[in-house]
């Protein structure tokens, strides 16, 4: 693809806008480390939910997509699906929790939950963990989705499209040392309203050059029919125990990976950039609705235009969509020039670099976080000044910027797949999950429980994938084993962790219930020994399970409504989006409720 004088004018009024954000939040962000990573705990829910929208929207998600639309269909998006259970968990259980606790990261939360050494190491542990090279390895493949793009859609080379990478990396560490969370924020939604502008416009572009939705359809079920496969691409729903996914696999993701497993973004109970964003809302509601707007811009909004493009590549570039490069797909549609108008190419490399800046620029402060706050400060250098831990942090942020360089050529090395290794990564932290929902509502959970369910959780998944089983997490009835095995070993060795260690010192607990007040019955032995103006829980558990059942009810509604509408399938499509308005509108009336 040739750029244009034109198009690369573009691309450069796109850099200069987010350098100028950068600069203008320059002198705010050097004040202290609460505005450099939590924007001084001021952000309307808007902006803090819209973050989190485009961090999850990064380069790869629409190659990610791509792949399990050609491979599986629609429904091939069920891997990730799922995580709206969690999702509104988060919503709904934790986020008011999560901002009431005045915590700076989620890694923090173990000194403020448990006491002692175990705390102590359990934070320091997942921060240099999490913080690097978990990290990294986010970045690493989001850096390698990035090279294809680059390499693909301005057809240079490995070593030119690698300069390139690291020119954007570069930059992108640089205005977020300087801007900090605040820059961060804005600028994502600056890139979040491009890069969604840019990915409808291909799709409506790929639809028409494919004849249109009418056409798009009866092409794709005489393509499946040729094929021989069960069920069509189109399907919303797998059919039962396809041969892309047993009954076992998408068992296993309904009614076990949601809760079970940790994973960055959809950790069950928030953690991570969510967690971060809750932290620096303006209050308690306005994290809710940050978290609440992810959501549904996250599962509902989002996923039509990625889905649309996918299923006309299909139609419109077979021989690429039947390759292993098949991700690559995506590309293709914009690349040529008889489907995508070249005067928009300029917008769609800036949409694309969006993308990945905005992942980027999450990732590198999130992780400076956990190892300035988390590690640094709290363990190797505990009285400097704040201009010295913002320092710090900048310094962090360059730090992981070069690990994550380092971390992509190793991927690229061994030629990992962007699914494969999000599969790679719900797998090993299969089992923590019910640790990091149940240790907000029962008064027993100790920090050994975290420790065993980190531990057991990594050694039994790969032992089960190394081992003479080997089982592979590429596999999807060999992931589920790999899943369900690992989360009833794991949960065991907590649960049997826990009554063989001694429960949180009393005073801890106290000041816990105090300071955060979580609802339900587990912790009774606690609240009379707590001050009374504090004893009484500020939510009532069942009108969160209300709020959750309406809210999951919100999402599904909407995503499969919209859906409905976008192949002119009128009349459920209305029928969906009507019970979507209604969700909401519970959801409202509950809320302002509880604020009262």
């Known amino acids: 693809m040739t750029l244009t004088p034109f198009d690369w004018t573009v691309i450069a009024l796109y850099f200069a806008a987010n350098l100028a954000i950068g600069l203008y939040y320059a002198r705010r962000a050097g004040g202290d480390v609460g505005e450099f990573f939590l924007s ?9 939910g819209t973050s989190m929208v485009a961090t999850t929207f990064a380069a790869d998600t629409p190659l990610a997509v791509t792949g399990m639309v050609i491979d599986n269909g629609i429904a091939g998006n069920w891997l990730w699906w799922n995580l709206v259970m969690s999702g509104m968990m988060t919503v709904f259980f934790f986020a008011r929790l999560w901002r009431r606790s005045r915590v700076m990261t989620d890694v923090e939360f173990a000194q403020l939950r448990y006491s002692g050494k ?17 990290n990294c390895i986010i970045l690493g493949w989001v850096n390698l989705a990035m090279l294809t793009i680059l390499r693909t859609s301005l057809g240079v080379d490995d070593r030119t499209a690698l300069y390139i990478l690291v020119g954007i990396l570069v930059f992108t560490a640089f205005y977020t040392t300087l801007a900090g969370l605040w820059g961060v924020l804005v600028t994502d939604m600056l890139q979040f309203a491009l890069k969604m502008t840019m990915v409808i416009l291909l799709a409506y572009y790929a639809v028409q050059a494919a004849g249109g939705v009418d056409a798009l359809q009866e092409k794709i079920i005489a393509l499946d029919g040729a094929s021989g496969r069960s069920g069509s691409r189109l399907d919303f729903l797998p059919p039962l125990n396809s041969a892309w996914l047993p009954a076992v696999a998408l068992g296993t993701y309904l009614a076990v990976s949601w809760w079970a497993s940790w994973y960055p973004g959809s950790e069950p109970g928030g953690g991570g950039y969510v967690a971060q964003r809750i932290f620096s809302a303006k209050d308690e509601r306005h994290g809710v609705l940050a978290t609440l707007w992810f959501n549904v811009a996250h599962y509902a909004l989002r996923p039509w235009p990625w889905i649309l493009t996918a299923l006309a590549a299909l139609i419109l570039s077979p021989e690429l969509a039947a390759s292993k490069d098949r991700e690559a797909s995506y590309i293709a549609m914009f690349m040529n020039p008889d489907i995508f108008p070249p005067r928009l190419r300029g917008f769609m490399i800036a949409g694309f670099a969006a993308a990945y800046m905005s992942t980027i620029a999450t990732h590198l402060n999130w992780g400076a976080s956990y190892v300035i706050n988390d590690f640094y400060r709290a363990f190797v250098k505990r009285s400097a000044s704040e201009r010295h831990y913002v320092f710090a942090s900048q310094l962090a942020t360059v730090l992981i910027m070069i690990v994550s360089l380092l971390v992509t050529y190793y991927l690229r090395l061994h030629e990992k797949g962007i699914k494969d290794a999000w599969k790679l990564l719900l797998v090993t932290g299969a089992g923590t999950g019910t640790v990091y929902l149940l240790r907000w509502y029962w008064w027993r959970i100790n920090a050994w429980s975290e420790v065993a369910a980190m531990v057991v959780a990594a050694s039994v998944s790969l032992f089960l994938q190394l081992g003479p089983l080997q089982w592979r997490s590429n596999d999807e009835q060999e992931f589920a084993y790999i899943l369900l095995t690992t989360v009833i070993v794991t949960t065991i060795a907590w649960v049997a962790v826990t009554y063989l260690t001694g429960p949180e010192p009393q005073a801890k607990l106290i000041a816990f219930y105090e300071q955060v007040r979580p609802a339900g019955p587990g912790w009774a032995p606690v609240r009379p020994l707590v001050n009374p103006a504090h004893a009484k829980p500020s939510e009532s558990i069942g009108l969160q ?26 009349l459920p499509g209305a029928g969906l989006l009507a019970l979507a308005c209604v969700c909401a509108a519970i959801i409202s009336r509950n809320l302002n409720l509880q604020q009262e």
């Open 40 to 48: 001084g705990r001021n952000a309307p829910w808007w902006l803090a």
């Open 545 to 570: 399970f209300a709020n959750w059942i309406v809210g999951c009810t919100l999402i599904y509604s909407s995503l499969f409504g919209i859906g409905h509408l976008v192949f002119k399938n009128w």
């Open 118 to 134: 175990p705390a102590a190491f359990l934070r320091g542990f997942r921060a240099l963990y999490l913080g690097i090279p978990i």
